[in-house]
């Protein structure tokens, strides 16, 4: 019962303001969540997502994992997305749009009508299996800037 009220707790905390702070700590959560339930149903260490991150444009926020970028994308997205090559094309450096911050972005845009890029605040990049922060991709530094790291 304790654990469910606590839950709760953070899920109210997490509704009523959502700041960086509070999906910081969401994110750790979401991390140990991820990684117990892999454990419980058997899941091997290299099917779980690489990186998840959280994003926040005014009182609206996203947590999401890296996987590939999907229609519709955003205007300025997109435009920036195509100065580094084809959209699903490695760059060397990574596959282009495959990243966390681009869905959270394109989400954050499109339906919460985020105008530009530098209006939403990204959290650190976490990699589930292990909960630990890790460095943005060269991509997604040339992207979205040097915040959130």
């Known amino acids: 019962m304790k654990k469910h009220i606590r839950i709760y707790k953070q899920i109210l905390r997490l509704r009523c303001k959502p700041n960086i702070t509070t999906l910081e700590k969401e ?14 149903i058997k899941i091997p260490q290299h099917d779980l997502p ?7 444009y005014n009182r609206s926020y996203k947590i999401d994992e890296c996987k590939d ?3 519709p994308i955003a205007e300025p ?4 997305l195509l100065n580094l090559g084809s959209i699903g094309s490695d760059n060397g450096v990574n596959k ?3 990243c966390a911050e681009n869905l959270t ?7 919460k009508k985020a105008k530009k890029i530098e209006d939403i605040e990204f959290t650190k990049a976490y990699r589930p299996r ?4 890790i460095k943005r991709c060269d991509n997604c530094i040339n992207i979205f800037g040097e915040h959130g790291i």
Do not use: H
């Open 77 to 80: 997205l997109k435009i920036r």
């Open 69 to 71: 970028l999907i229609e």
């Open 27 to 40: 994110m750790i959560c979401r991390c140990k969540s991820i990684r117990n339930i892999a454990k419980k």
């Open 105 to 111: 972005a394109n989400y954050l845009m499109l339906f």
């Open 50 to 56: 690489a990186t998840i991150v959280g994003g926040i």
């Open 96 to 98: 282009i749009g495959r």
């Open 130 to 133: 292990t909960a630990r922060v």
